[in-house]
């Protein structure tokens, strides 16, 4: 890997759609997490998802705002699971089941009382 | 034959959605204040949105990419959401506007209150969001604010002078005016680039393409959606300055409500006339009205990356139907407020055009996106044209508010 590979990779992923296996949307890359020490290469652990993970690349007062609008919310997306990468993020398996979705999911239920939805 | 009949609808679509309540007001009232000497910057706004809303179609029917996906991730989290938030608020204030100016023509047409037409018309364009698909929203208005042809109609039975209307083709500021109108003029100027070239046109056509499933076939139809059905679009907001310009500018008169507009077709053809202006202004606004509402909720969806659509049913979609709802409902309570629909229309018209250079720039960026589009990058036409109404833009947006304190939203 060469040098510059991890910070281009995160400008090319962050901020990209994530469509899980079935071609649902479920949400923005907001965050990546990194793994690694002090002389080891930095890798790349998790996709973050949610309110919380996006406000912390705004300033401060609009962190706060946030926060009280949306919540801290995060949900943690692993690495593992991204099969690949095509103007979209495509993960190998379902939102559910690593937690994305879940507004929706309760969303969906109380939509469905309504007529003709 | 089918491929033909596509094609067809499609541009008699954009001819009839093409006019709105700002390009209502803005051509009457430059047509009765500057004559003709306004058309040129009106043919010059239809190329900038026929050249925009073609590269938005390209990049949904190649790239499948919405412009508010783009806009993060070619403007960044910052200035994406500083875009999002602006055009939001805009949106909301044009779909207020135009639920207004719905339920003002349907208080010419009923005599009813003001007020509770509001209540109905946004009542009655919810439901028709709620049960109807994408294709048959947008056809449906698109089609019968084809009415809308009358003003043209209207402006050959007035037998404007042709060669001073061809005049007005070409680009000029009228020097014989004081100081003071010619910043008027600057002012009309800008509205009308703003009111042809309003962000939502693109946000709503390029997520329609990726509602219809667009792709490399369909490029020929929008092509020709985009330069034809805009083109004649133009045509019809045009023949309404005419017509102002015949019938208003020698009385003074200053047609300030969509109403007024409508007696360009009621002097020359009666009670049936007016009947047919308003029948195709309630179509037409009220079909704006639904796209800047949709516009908003697909701002928002793709923003956040949620799902979105009209071809899903209101509960695949949850927080989709939830935005463009909370729009409608913010929407009818400006309304409700009392506020002019018309200060409403100027407050969108220029706090758009302030919005237009962040709208363009992610299209100029992923249409030249070889990673993207492959082989349907722009061309240098596309891009020879699309640089240069961007530097239009920058210089217009830089000047809308300036303008607007100076004449009072083109009052003085």
Known sequence: ?117 | MGGLIEITLGIMTAVGGFVDISELVFAAQAGSRFGFALIWVFAFSTIGIGCYGEMSGRIAAIAKQPVFNLMRQRLGLRLGLVTLVASSIVNTITCAAEIGGTALVLHLLTGWPYALLAVLSTLVLMAIIWLTPFKWIERSFGLLGLAMICFAVATVKLAPNWGAVAFGFVPQIPTALPAKDLVVFAYFAVAIVSAVMFPYETYFYSSGGIEENWKPKDLKTNRLTTSVGFGLGSLLAICIMINAAILFRPLHIDPQLPGTAALEVAIPFGKAGLLLALFGMLFAISGAAVETGLSTAYSIAQFFGWEWGRYKRPHEAPRFTFAWVTTFVIALALVLTGIDPLQLVEWSIVFSVVLLPLTYLPLLLIGNDRKYMGEYVNGRLSNGIGWFFYAVLLVAALAALPLYFITSGGQT
């Open chain 1, 1 to 117: 890997m060469r040098r510059g590979d991890p910070l281009k990779l995160l400008s090319e992923v962050r901020d990209l759609q994530i469509v899980d296996k079935d071609g649902r949307n479920c949400g923005i890359c907001d965050e990546i997490e990194l793994d690694g020490a002090p002389g080891e290469a930095l890798t790349v652990s998790a996709v973050l998802v949610g309110p919380g993970a996006y406000a912390r690349r705004l300033p401060r007062w609009a962190h706060r705002l946030i926060a009280h609008i949306a919540g801290r919310g995060i949900v943690r997306v692993p690495w593992d699971i991204v099969e690949k990468i095509s103007g979209r993020i495509h993960l190998s398996v379902a939102a559910e089941t690593v937690g994305l979705r879940r507004t929706e999911d309760r969303l969906i239920e109380r939509l469905k009382q309504v007529p003709f939805s």
